[in-house]
């Protein structure tokens, strides 16, 4: 072996994780290597030197204290497993009130979906009959009736379009909205303004289909002719 | 006993019988003062190290992985203690200050007094060194941990281990013949 690879085997040497035949080759090569030589001496003076370096004891003190944190670290450890938990506490809670004979567990459950489906009756009664409710819903239906008029009454064509979907949610319109319709089916100048008047006055009244029937003689346009004729051909039935 | 009832203990120990820990503290609290003694040149410093490192065993005693050699873990929390401290105290504490004993040995016969002068200069030379360098000297030399476990401790391959243990011997050479005044002994 060259120097260079020597000398990289000589902390394995001082330290002693070496095998016999390397060992053998370091012994050799020092020998004859003065410089090598030198330097493993030098090495191993420091080295062994160490030895001399002695183990100090530390004070009581240390012992003292690492017993007291010990003991310290138990009794929190005990503390946790004494501190009762929630699930314990709810389990418990429930042992306590739940019937162990299975013929009072299922009338317990029978009676308790009793208990919710009377009072989810009770309650869903209580919001039908609520006279705030049903004063909302009347104000909901007369905005729905001002919105569809008043796009009826658009001039632009994408307006009027808009208005086949509100007036198709009209309820119940009042009169004063039906005379407005009538005289749009038989008087706007769209076929489309038209057809969606005629649809928000669908279902028809009698007294509404007479006057549509009055109306269908007006028309120009074959698309309101035949809407108005698919109409009354409904309602008949 | 061996390593592997060591082992055994800190299992026992993860798994909630904390008393077991006292023997272990028995076995290597002596041991790790002298790491950190060597470390850091204070006996104080060393003594409240040892308990960290040991607060440090029972906090992350569930991290505890049964195949690991228990001194090598134990080593690994020491080292993060040391590193922690000196973070703590920004620069490396001065290995000087208490080492400087020899004086106090005037009294003392001409080959104690001798002694004790060697072993203040060797204590010199090694504060001398890079921390990198005084800390693989501890472990190989008065720690006894071979070149596997140094390099599974500090995470680097052997031959980085070996070469830096080369590296450090060679050095510590020089410092303690500059402390001797250039003479060697």
């Not at chain 1, 729905?144 to 008029?149: E, F, G, H, W, Y």
């Not at chain 1, 279902?203 to 007006?218: F, G």
Request: hydrophobic content about 40%.
């Amino acid at each position: 072996m060259k120097c260079k690879q020597i000398k990289e085997k000589f902390a394995d040497y001082l330290i002693g994780e070496i095998d016999e035949v390397t060992q053998k080759e370091i012994q050799e090569h020092v020998t004859a290597c003065s410089s090598c030589r030198e330097e493993l001496e030098s090495l191993s003076a420091i080295w062994i030197k160490l030895g001399v370096l002695p183990e100090e004891q530390p004070s009581d003190n240390v012992r003292a204290r690492f017993y007291a944190t010990l003991e310290e670290y138990k009794q929190n450890m005990q503390e946790e497993k004494e501190k009762p938990r929630l699930g314990t506490l709810m389990d418990g809670w429930f042992e306590r009130w739940i019937p162990r004979r299975p013929a009072f567990q299922f009338s317990l459950a029978l009676i308790l979906v009793v208990v919710g489906l009377t009072a989810g009756y009770f309650l869903h009664a209580g919001v039908q009959g609520g006279g705030e409710i049903a004063q909302l819903r009347q104000e909901v239906r007369q905005i729905r009736q001002i919105t569809a008029v008043s796009l009826l009454r658009q001039e632009s064509l994408r307006e009027q379009l808009r208005n086949v979907g509100l007036s198709s949610q009209v309820e119940l319109p009042d009169e004063e909205t039906l005379a407005d319709f009538l005289r749009r089916v038989d008087s706007d100048i769209t076929t489309d303004s038209r057809l969606a008047a005629l649809d928000a006055l669908f279902p028809q009244s009698p007294a509404i289909r007479r006057q549509l029937s009055l109306s269908l003689s007006e028309q120009t346009s074959p698309l309101v002719e035949i809407a108005l004729a698919f109409s009354q051909h409904v309602a008949k039935f | 006993m061996n390593k592997t009832s060591d082992n055994n203990l800190m299992v026992q120990v993860r798994d909630g019988n904390v008393e077991k820990l006292a023997v272990l503290f028995e076995r290597y609290h002596v041991m790790l003062y002298n790491f950190f003694l060597r470390l850091t040149g204070n006996r104080g410093i060393s003594e409240d190290l040892v308990q960290d490192v040991f607060v440090r065993v029972l906090k992350y005693r569930a991290s505890y992985q049964g195949q690991d050699k228990f001194t090598i873990w134990l080593y690994r929390i020491a080292r993060n203690a040391h590193i922690d401290f000196l973070r703590k105290r920004k620069d490396e504490v001065s290995l000087g200050e208490q080492w400087d004993e020899a004086h106090s040995l005037e009294s003392s016969p001409p080959e104690k007094v001798e002694q004790a002068q060697e072993i203040a200069r060797l204590n010199l030379a090694l504060a001398k060194l890079p921390l990198k360098k005084r800390e693989v000297i501890i472990l190989s030399r008065f720690q006894n941990l071979k070149y596997k476990e140094i390099a599974e401790l500090k995470g680097c391959h052997i031959g980085t281990v070996k070469a830096l243990i080369h590296r450090s011997i060679k050095d510590l050479g020089k410092a303690y013949f500059e402390l001797s005044g250039g003479m060697a002994s």
